[in-house]
């Protein structure tokens, strides 16, 4: 029985000594420490589907998109260059007055010479129900002369951490003196 405590006591010596260092070992450069989703907390992925209405409002004395970078001369029939900020309203109804849910906040620039085409970078930050305090981030081209837009979903906070997918953008309505829209945004996010 000795013996045989005395071998295993060897054993656990030896693997403490040339195993386990190897298998916990950190670089020591490395800023990088493998984890898992369990440590993380993470459930299940689900796949969601958001529907709401995001309002452009440049004209009147409150806009919540407003022009901070001009667009380059000669280039009237694309506006390239341009880039609005924007803060703008996400409402469950097509009405400015249905219920505001969030809002949309980022920029969107004008990004090309031959069309009508905007790069959008937006964060989706939700205020009402279980989102609230969540957000999304799109980040892609936006072609707005086409009837359905799709851009890719970056990722999110909150509820949305390690989100991604696509949305869908549909124009509902677009004022062509005062630039005014109302679009419709479909957004399809795997999120835990």
Do not use: C, W
Not at 47 to 62: Q, V
Not at 127 to 140: D, F, M, P, R, T
Not at 159 to 174: D, E, K, N, P, W
């Amino acid at each position: 029985m000795a013996k045989l405590l005395h071998f295993f006591s060897t054993i656990f010596i030896l693997l403490s000594l040339v195993v386990f260092p190897i298998i916990g070992k950190k670089d020591e450069n490395s800023f990088e420490i493998s984890t898992n989703k369990e440590f993380m907390s993470l459930k299940r992925e689900k796949l969601s589907h958001f529907k709401f209405y995001f309002h452009d409002i440049l004209s009147g004395t409150k806009p919540t998109s407003i022009m901070i970078v001009p667009p380059q001369k000669n280039t009237a029939k694309t506006g390239f260059g341009m880039v609005n900020m924007i803060d703008n309203a996400l409402t469950l109804g097509p009405k400015l007055s249905s219920k505001i849910i969030g809002r949309a906040q980022g920029f969107y620039g004008s990004s090309a010479l031959s069309e009508l085409s905007l790069l959008m970078i937006m964060n989706f930050n939700f205020i009402e129900g279980k989102y609230n305090g969540s957000s999304l981030a799109v980040l892609g081209r936006n072609s707005i002369v086409e009837t359905v837009r799709e851009m890719p979903v970056i990722g999110g906070s909150g509820l949305f951490r390690f989100a991604r997918g696509y949305v869908q953008a549909r124009t509902i309505s677009l004022n062509v003196t005062t630039k005014d829209a109302i679009v419709q945004y479909d957004f399809y996010v795997l999120h835990y």
